[in-house]
């Protein structure tokens, strides 16, 4: 007897076999991948490194001088070193110095002598009671060459009546002229003053005083000097 010959389907395997076996299959054809692009690039050479490329522009392209690359470190190569310019063999010109000559200048008029100079005062010829006298000085160089005339204590005013010494500048510097003037020939120098009709004394005092009615003499001089007189009447 023929035994009976039947045909079984084959057991499905597990899950986990058909997982690996495909696993298997991609890591396979990562390999082959990375082996074809090996052999790409050992056939296509090496890399290549870029030519720098230097443009001519303007006056450099025409006199065929290649201009420098805008940038030295794109091209790679070493920084032109700095250059000094030469200094000129011959030294620059420096101002020199100029000196003038001291202009002469004309030394300053001798003092006038007293002996040249004529004294005047001019004045009121009447003051009432409670009034001011003014008075003008005018002392004039009668001389033909210029001097240095100087308004100090030698210059004097007094107000007399015949013996009575009634108010003086001797009493008082502040009461007097003062300043030095340059008096050329027939020149003059001015001082004016004031009396209020009261008497004075020593140290710059005032003694308020009712003054007779009467002539009254207003003396001017200077040390050396010929003296001027002014006559007045003073009234009540």
Same mark, same amino acid.
């Given at each position: 007897?023929?035994?009976?010959?039947?045909?079984?389907?084959?057991?499905?395997?597990?899950?986990?076999?058909?997982?690996?076996?495909?696993?298997? @299959? !991609?890591?396979?054809?990562?390999? @082959?991948?990375? !082996?074809?692009?090996?052999? =790409?690039?050992?056939?296509?050479?090496?890399?290549?490194?870029?030519?720098?490329?230097?443009?001519?522009?303007?006056?450099?392209?025409?006199?065929?001088?290649?201009?420098?690359?805008?940038?030295?470190?794109?091209?790679?190569?070493?920084?032109?070193?700095?250059?000094?310019?030469?200094?000129?063999?011959? /030294?620059?010109?420096?101002?020199?110095?100029?000196?003038?000559?001291?202009?002469?200048?004309? /030394?300053?008029?001798?003092?006038?002598?007293?002996? @040249?100079?004529? !004294?005047?005062?001019?004045?009121?010829?009447?003051?009432?009671?409670?009034?001011?006298?003014?008075?003008?000085?005018?002392?004039?160089?009668? #001389?033909?060459?210029?001097?240095?005339?100087?308004?100090?204590?030698?210059?004097?005013?007094?107000?007399?009546?015949?013996?009575?010494?009634?108010?003086?500048?001797?009493?008082?510097?502040?009461?007097?002229? #003062?300043?030095?003037?340059?008096?050329?020939?027939?020149?003059?120098?001015?001082?004016?003053?004031?009396?209020?009709?009261?008497? #004075?004394?020593?140290?710059?005092?005032? =003694?308020?005083?009712? !003054?007779?009615?009467?002539?009254?003499?207003?003396?001017?001089?200077?040390?050396?000097?010929?003296?001027?007189?002014?006559?007045?009447?003073?009234?009540?």
């Amino acid at each position: 007897m023929v035994p009976d010959r039947r045909r079984y389907a084959p057991r499905r395997l597990p899950e986990r076999v058909y997982w690996f076996r495909r696993a298997i @299959v !991609l890591v396979g054809l990562a390999l @082959v991948i990375a !082996l074809m692009m090996w052999l =790409v690039s050992l056939i296509g050479g090496g890399p290549k490194t870029a030519t720098p490329s230097t443009t001519k522009t303007g006056a450099h392209a025409d006199s065929g001088t290649p201009s420098a690359p805008d940038s030295l470190e794109a091209t790679g190569l070493p920084a032109p070193a700095e250059t000094t310019p030469a200094s000129s063999a011959t /030294p620059a010109a420096t101002d020199q110095p100029t000196t003038s000559s001291p202009q002469a200048t004309a /030394p300053p008029p001798a003092e006038c002598d007293p002996s @040249v100079l004529s !004294l005047s005062i001019t004045g009121p010829g009447q003051v009432k009671a409670g009034a001011t006298a003014a008075f003008t000085v005018t002392v004039t160089n009668s #001389s033909d060459s210029g001097c240095s005339f100087t308004f100090d204590t030698r210059v004097a005013l007094k107000i007399v009546s015949g013996t009575d010494e009634i108010w003086s500048t001797a009493d008082c510097a502040q009461w007097g002229p #003062s300043g030095t003037q340059a008096l050329g020939p027939g020149a003059a120098a001015t001082w004016q003053t004031t009396w209020d009709r009261h008497r #004075s004394q020593a140290t710059c005092k005032v =003694v308020p005083t009712a !003054l007779k009615a009467g002539t009254y003499v207003a003396d001017v001089m200077y040390a050396g000097a010929s003296t001027a007189q002014l006559v007045m009447l003073l009234t009540a």
